[in-house]
């Protein structure tokens, strides 16, 4: 008998191309899905412009809108009174806007009035700001009684009237004040309100949430069940609802069903956490009460600044403030306190008309949910041999390498602006005037990094690339819902919704090795199941790139092309499955370089682009000497009259502590006749070991700030504007630094009481600041050109006279 041995064959379940040393499998012929991923890309670049576009505030309605209605254009005749000339705390443009808005609001109804006294607010730190402020309260009394008013918790609606002193704050802040106003007419139009609504126009924001500090220590939030703040930061654009306070689930609530363009997102609140950045609602906030704070942010050059003029605010903006503000109080009206306070809330709007929300507790289940359905998919495809660990970490590595890459070449980029334009270090936070330019090259860029990406990603098979993909998702869901939930959103959706298109390319191991999808119906399917997540992120991302980008600035332009590139990873298996070009990478990079050559071309000073600068003398009989300094980056030609060419650099933190650390153009000025600021015991007494001496500095000129500086260590405690700091407090708010410095505005005078050792001397420097050149200063240096400005972010906002002395008391 013979017997036969039949050979067991081993087949590879990767395939044929697929044994090891093979190399990757042959990519398949695109043609046949090219119109398909065509169409797709185009459909998702559609809904990202349609997304951008949805921001526009809604246009300004007339003086002919319904009288119960909010129209820009009556709020635009409180605005022209309102932002004359720049009206900083202490000043008689100060005076006479406070002046107009107690009449005005006593004229529509409201009962009014004038809560004045002196406030320190040592959360700002030091130098810690100090200033006697008058907050006008305008309340609108309820119509219901006790028994339909709820439990009465009136709704406090705050926007600050003070400007800074080189602008006339039409934006900042006299639109959201003279829509206060207009509010208030609307309110009693339509027949008033159940709850009292108190209209709050705070004092002294400019220099540290002074006017809202006050109120809460002379007021009080107990009657108020929510704080509602109005801002701007620039001259233009949407609304955008960017901070609340906890447990904001039902205030999000009201503000979408009150708003017929709400924009807002929980993105916004979580950066703007970490930035140092305050306003009158952090006030609010730190003291618990629920709220939300809302400003428009674009127009930037326009921001603390003489060109914050009603002829550059855009009207359609103030539009925006005010239905925002009317919708508001009528949807909150009648409403229990508890109704005002809940969960926190995860929430974004939809192309400015929708705002989707929901608690933030379901953040983490839902993230739970998609990361188990993404890991099951993978698990599967895996054991049916559709996918290879290795290539899916390899591919998930161009992913997450994509917006490293990105924002490194955008960095770069920037580099080499500045290398090229040194002049935009004299702009405010660098911030270029042409800045499309330089956003369009920062758009090459991504183009660029994402093509690139996708090129390496044809390496893998279809399913390995998209699975790679998916992956960087997931691990990025991970991280910012252990980190920041309220972005988790971001990923959340797109992934969600790219999970079917993983399991269609997966559900079959021909086509997941690359052998298709074929041409026809299937390559459709493919192209649109695929299109699914790129479209739910091109929704969310896009135009918060925008808005990302107008907040953090150009020079930061790279955290926004991170952003935006995380963003669009979700779309590299669409752009993977067109036909390869090596030379689009290439293209885009030489795209992106003449971008930006373009712009810093551009660039430059001349009639509507005024050249930042800044000029400041001081006197001081400290040193026995006579300065001029500026913050710029070089002398331009007014300023190096009396700088020269090339002005030796020096600290002048004696002055601008702690700021001044940084290296100023320094040069030695004629020695004027300036009177000293004096120092003057008011009350010296020593009891128990402890020496308690009062005293006054003052101006004997019309100084706008006064600045007390002291050396720590003696102190035990001081009071300032009825604040008593201890020693803990005093090293906590100067960050452990040698000297504690105070600073007073809008007087000639104020006081400063300290604890010291028995029988301890204190030494007191002291120096008063006028702004503007007095005429016998201007005269060594001539006057300004009219094609400069005043910096807007300086040492001081204005050209300034200084003179320093010290007393031992």
């Given at each position: 008998?013979?017997?036969?041995?039949?050979?067991?064959?081993?087949?590879?379940?990767?395939?044929?191309?697929?044994?090891?040393?093979?190399?990757?499998?042959?990519?398949?012929?695109?043609?046949?899905?090219?119109?398909?991923?065509?169409v797709a890309?185009a459909?998702?670049?559609?809904?990202?412009?349609?997304?951008?576009?949805?921001?526009?505030?809604?246009?300004?309605?007339?003086?002919?809108?319904?009288?119960?209605e909010?129209?820009?254009?009556?709020?635009?005749?409180?605005?022209?009174?309102?932002?004359?000339?720049?009206?900083?705390?202490?000043?008689?443009?100060?005076?006479?806007?406070?002046?107009?808005?107690v009449?005005?609001?006593?004229?529509?109804?409201?009962?009014?009035?004038?809560?004045?006294?002196?406030?320190?607010?040592?959360?700002?730190?030091?130098?810690?700001?100090?200033?006697?402020?008058?907050?006008?309260?305008?309340?609108?009394?309820?119509?219901?009684?006790?028994?339909?008013?709820?439990?009465?918790?009136?709704?406090?609606?705050?926007?600050?009237?003070?400007?800074?002193?080189?602008?006339?704050?039409?934006?900042?802040?006299?639109?959201?004040?003279?829509?206060?106003?207009?509010?208030?007419?609307?309110?009693?139009?339509?027949?008033?309100?159940?709850?009292?609504?108190?209209?709050?126009?705070?004092?002294?924001?400019?220099?540290?949430?002074?006017?809202?500090?006050?109120?809460?220590?002379?007021?009080?939030?107990?009657?108020?069940?929510?704080?509602?703040?109005?801002?701007?930061?620039?001259?233009?654009?949407?609304?955008?609802m960017?901070?609340?306070?906890?447990?904001?689930?039902?205030?999000?609530?009201?503000?979408?069903?009150?708003?017929?363009?709400?924009?807002?997102?929980?993105?916004a609140?979580?950066?703007?956490?970490?930035?140092?950045?305050?306003?009158?609602?952090?006030?609010?906030?730190?003291?618990?009460?629920?709220?939300?704070?809302?400003?428009?942010?674009?127009?930037?050059?326009?921001?603390?600044?003489?060109?914050?003029?009603?002829?550059?605010?855009?009207?359609?903006?103030?539009?925006?403030?005010?239905?925002?503000?009317?919708?508001?109080?009528?949807?909150l009206?009648?409403?229990?306190?508890?109704?005002?306070?809940?969960?926190?809330?995860?929430?974004?709007?939809?192309?400015?008309?929708?705002?989707?929300?929901?608690?933030?507790?379901?953040?983490?289940?839902?993230a739970?949910v998609?990361?188990?359905l993404?890991?099951?998919?993978?698990?599967?495809?895996?054991r049916?041999?559709?996918?290879?660990?290795?290539?899916?970490?390899?591919?998930?590595g161009?992913?997450?390498?994509a917006?490293?890459?990105?924002?490194?070449v955008?960095?770069?980029?920037?580099?080499?602006?500045?290398?090229?334009?040194?002049?935009?270090?004299?702009?405010?936070?660098?911030?270029?005037?042409?800045?499309?330019?330089?956003?369009?090259?920062?758009?090459?860029?991504?183009?660029?990094?994402?093509?690139?990406?996708a090129?390496?990603?044809?390496?893998?098979?279809?399913?390995?690339?998209?699975?790679?993909?998916?992956?960087?998702?997931?691990?990025?869901?991970?991280?910012?819902?252990?980190?920041?939930?309220g972005?988790?959103?971001?990923?959340?959706?797109?992934?969600?919704a790219?999970?079917?298109?993983?399991?269609?390319?997966?559900?079959?191991?021909?086509?997941?090795?690359?052998?298709?999808?074929?041409?026809g119906?299937?390559?459709?399917?493919?192209?649109?199941?695929?299109?699914?997540?790129?479209?739910?992120?091109?929704?969310?991302?896009?135009?918060?790139?925008?808005?990302?980008?107008?907040?953090?600035?150009?020079?930061?332009?790279?955290?926004?092309?991170?952003?935006?590139?995380?963003?669009?990873?979700?779309?590299?298996?669409?752009?993977?499955?067109l036909?390869?070009?090596?030379?689009?990478?290439?293209?885009?990079?030489?795209?992106?370089?003449?971008?930006?050559?373009?712009?810093?071309?551009?660039?430059?000073?001349?009639?509507?682009?005024?050249?930042?600068?800044?000029?400041?003398?001081?006197?001081?009989?400290?040193?026995?000497?006579?300065?001029?300094?500026?913050?710029?980056?070089?002398?331009?030609?007014?300023?190096?009259?009396?700088?020269?060419?090339?002005?030796?650099?020096?600290?002048?933190?004696?002055?601008?502590?702690?700021?001044?650390?940084?290296?100023?153009?320094?040069?030695?000025?004629?020695?004027?006749?300036?009177?000293?600021?004096?120092?003057?015991?008011?009350?010296?007494?020593?009891?128990?070991?402890?020496?308690?001496?009062?005293?006054?500095?003052?101006?004997?000129?019309?100084?706008?700030?006064?600045?007390?500086?002291?050396?720590?260590?003696?102190?035990?405690?001081?009071?300032?504007?009825?604040?008593?700091?201890?020693?803990?407090?005093?090293?906590?708010?100067?960050?452990?630094?040698?000297?504690?410095?105070?600073?007073?505005?809008?007087?000639?005078?104020?006081?400063?009481?300290?604890?010291?050792?028995?029988?301890?001397?204190?030494?007191?420097?002291?120096?008063?600041?006028?702004?503007?050149?007095?005429?016998?200063?201007?005269?060594?240096?001539?006057?300004?050109?009219?094609?400069?400005?005043?910096v807007?972010?300086?040492?001081?906002?204005?050209?300034?006279?200084?003179?320093?002395?010290?007393?031992?008391?």
């Open positions: 008998m013979t017997t036969t041995t039949s050979a067991q064959v081993k087949v590879d379940p990767a395939g044929p191309g697929d044994a090891p040393g093979a190399g990757p499998a042959k990519a398949p012929a695109p043609g046949r899905r090219t119109p398909a991923l065509l890309l459909l998702v670049a559609l809904l990202g412009t349609l997304a951008t576009l949805a921001l526009r505030p809604p246009p300004a309605k007339g003086t002919d809108a319904p009288r119960a909010f129209s820009a254009a009556r709020a635009a005749g409180h605005l022209t009174e309102i932002a004359r000339r720049p009206h900083p705390l202490g000043s008689a443009e100060h005076t006479r806007v406070r002046d107009y808005l009449a005005t609001a006593r004229a529509l109804g409201a009962e009014v009035e004038v809560r004045s006294g002196e406030v320190a607010q040592p959360d700002m730190g030091s130098p810690i700001p100090a200033a006697t402020v008058h907050n006008v309260v305008a309340r609108l009394p309820g119509t219901g009684g006790p028994d339909s008013r709820g439990d009465g918790k009136a709704l406090l609606l705050v926007a600050h009237y003070d400007s800074v002193p080189n602008g006339p704050g039409a934006a900042d802040n006299g639109a959201a004040v003279a829509a206060l106003l207009e509010t208030l007419r609307a309110l009693k139009e339509s027949g008033g309100v159940r709850n009292d609504v108190v209209l709050l126009f705070t004092d002294g924001e400019e220099l540290g949430a002074l006017g809202a500090e006050f109120f809460v220590r002379d007021h009080g939030l107990d009657e108020f069940g929510a704080v509602l703040n109005w801002e701007a930061r620039g001259s233009g654009g949407p609304l955008m960017f901070e609340t306070g906890e447990g904001n689930l039902p205030l999000i609530d009201a503000f979408a069903e009150a708003n017929p363009r709400p924009v807002a997102n929980s993105l609140y979580e950066v703007y956490k970490h930035l140092p950045n305050d306003s009158d609602f952090t006030v609010f906030r730190d003291e618990g009460v629920a709220g939300l704070n809302s400003a428009f942010i674009e127009g930037f050059h326009d921001y603390h600044s003489r060109s914050d003029t009603v002829e550059q605010l855009d009207r359609d903006s103030v539009q925006h403030h005010g239905d925002a503000m009317l919708g508001m109080v009528r949807a009206d009648g409403a229990d306190a508890d109704d005002f306070r809940g969960a926190n809330a995860v929430y974004f709007d939809l192309f400015a008309r929708v705002l989707v929300h929901y608690p933030a507790t379901w953040a983490p289940p839902l739970g998609t990361l188990a993404l890991g099951g998919l993978l698990g599967w495809a895996v049916r041999f559709a996918l290879r660990p290795r290539q899916l970490a390899a591919a998930a161009v992913a997450l390498g917006p490293v890459a990105a924002g490194g955008a960095h770069g980029l920037w580099t080499l602006a500045l290398l090229l334009a040194p002049d935009l270090a004299a702009l405010p936070l660098a911030e270029p005037y042409g800045r499309g330019w330089f956003v369009a090259a920062f758009g090459a860029v991504v183009g660029g990094v994402l093509l690139g990406a090129r390496l990603l044809r390496r893998f098979r279809p399913a390995e690339a998209a699975g790679g993909v998916l992956i960087f998702a997931g691990l990025l869901l991970a991280v910012l819902t252990l980190v920041l939930p972005a988790g959103y971001l990923v959340q959706w797109p992934l969600l790219a999970l079917p298109a993983l399991w269609w390319t997966c559900r079959t191991r021909e086509r997941a090795k690359g052998e298709g999808p074929p041409g119906r299937e390559a459709w399917t493919g192209a649109l199941l695929w299109s699914a997540g790129p479209a739910v992120a091109a929704v969310l991302f896009v135009p918060l790139t925008g808005s990302l980008l107008t907040a953090l600035g150009i020079p930061l332009g790279s955290v926004a092309v991170v952003f935006v590139t995380a963003g669009a990873v979700s779309a590299l298996p669409l752009l993977a499955g036909p390869a070009n090596g030379r689009s990478a290439a293209v885009a990079a030489g795209l992106a370089l003449a971008l930006l050559g373009t712009g810093v071309a551009g660039e430059g000073f001349g009639p509507g682009r005024p050249r930042p600068d800044s000029l400041l003398y001081v006197r001081d009989d400290v040193t026995g000497e006579a300065l001029w300094f500026s913050a710029d980056p070089a002398p331009d030609a007014w300023t190096r009259r009396v700088l020269g060419d090339d002005p030796r650099r020096a600290p002048v933190s004696d002055y601008f502590p702690p700021r001044g650390d940084e290296p100023a153009m320094v040069a030695k000025a004629p020695r004027l006749d300036i009177p000293r600021p004096t120092v003057t015991v008011v009350d010296d007494r020593t009891g128990g070991g402890t020496r308690t001496v009062r005293f006054r500095a003052a101006s004997q000129r019309p100084a706008w700030r006064i600045q007390v500086r002291l050396e720590r260590e003696p102190l035990a405690a001081c009071t300032v504007a009825g604040t008593r700091l201890d020693r803990a407090a005093l090293e906590e708010q100067t960050g452990g630094a040698e000297d504690v410095v105070f600073h007073h505005y809008g007087a000639r005078g104020f006081d400063i009481s300290c604890e010291v050792p028995a029988g301890t001397r204190l030494a007191v420097d002291v120096a008063d600041f006028t702004l503007g050149l007095t005429s016998h200063v201007s005269e060594l240096v001539g006057p300004r050109p009219r094609d400069t400005v005043p807007a972010f300086g040492f001081l906002p204005e050209d300034s006279v200084i003179a320093r002395t010290t007393e031992t008391i």
